[in-house]
Nanobody, 121 residues
Framework: QVQLVESGGGLVQAGGSLRLSCAASTSIFSINAMGWYRQVPGKQRDLVATITSGGSPTYADSVKGRFTISRDNAKNTVYLQMNSLKPDDTAVYYC???????????????WGQGTQVIVSS
């Protein structure tokens, strides 16, 4: 079992910025990829950004050039810096962490509780 705690969501005007954080419990052997997804009511959960254990990021086309994903391995934390926010970015944002409980085990995916982001026009 692993606990993910998200923070940083809120209400912001279009063009503004927010920084999301997701901290994983320390009782983990290792963390592989980490990422952010978002979901609005009635629609599927979509990938926003991911970052590998080596620090290589990927982004959805809709957020390229505006969002930046980063991680602090010492703190077991992944961040999402969101700039130039648009009303279409309004969603609940979920952190996902792929982790190993011990050597030789298969990777497990865990999700955070979600944090609401509202962008007003």
């Amino acid at each position: 079992q692993v606990q993910l705690v998200e923070s940083g969501g809120g209400l912001v005007q279009a063009g503004g910025s927010l920084r999301l954080s997701c901290a994983a419990s320390t009782s983990i052997f290792s963390i592989n990829a980490m990422g952010w997804y978002r979901q609005v009511p009635g629609k599927q959960r979509d990938l926003v950004a991911t970052i590998t254990s080596g620090g290589s990021p990927t982004y959805a086309d809709s957020v390229k050039g505006r969002f930046t994903i980063s991680r602090d391995n010492a703190k077991n934390t992944v961040y999402l810096q969101m700039n130039s926010l648009k009303p279409d970015d309004t969603a609940v944002y979920y952190c996902k962490v792929d982790w190993l409980p011990a050597p030789g085990f298969r990777a497990i995916a865990s999700w955070g509780q979600g944090t609401q982001v509202i962008v007003s026009s």
